[in-house]
Each structure stands twice: as structure tokens, then as C-alpha cells.
């Protein structure tokens, strides 16, 4: 593997690594949107486990579809 090569994987997965946290945030934040309540509070505050659970599914899932369309 010669050097541009290797520059151009590291160049790459820096951009899809960004692209997929930015992604990610935009999910939390129409999740956030949508809820009529805070999501924060209600796991932090009023120690509701089974949404931090569902929170905790929803970001591997989708953190597994981006991975996928990165890979592609």
C-alpha cells in the first residue's frame, strides 16, 4: 500500500465519520422535535430506563445503517 493510498482511506474515514456524527445529531435533535417531552430530563432526572434503552437501540440502529451506507 503506498502513501496516497493510505492518505486517501485516512482523508475518507475522517469525512464519513463526521458525516455520520453529524447525521446522528440530526436524528436526536427531530427525535428531541418531535417529543412532547424532554428526553434529557425524563432519563436523567426521572430515571426512566426503559427510554434510555429505546434511545440506546435507535442510535445502534442507525449508527448500523450508516456504517452499511458507508461500506457500500
Sequence with gaps: MDL?????DIISTIVFTS?????MYIVWKVIDWATP????????EDQNIALAILFGFLFLSIAIIIA???LS
Design 19 to 23: 458525516v455520520g456524527a453529524i447525521m
Design 4 to 8: 496516497s493510498q493510505m492518505f486517501t
Design 68 to 70: 452499511a451506507v458507508i
Design 37 to 44: 417531552f424532554e428526553i434529557i430530563k425524563e432519563i436523567e
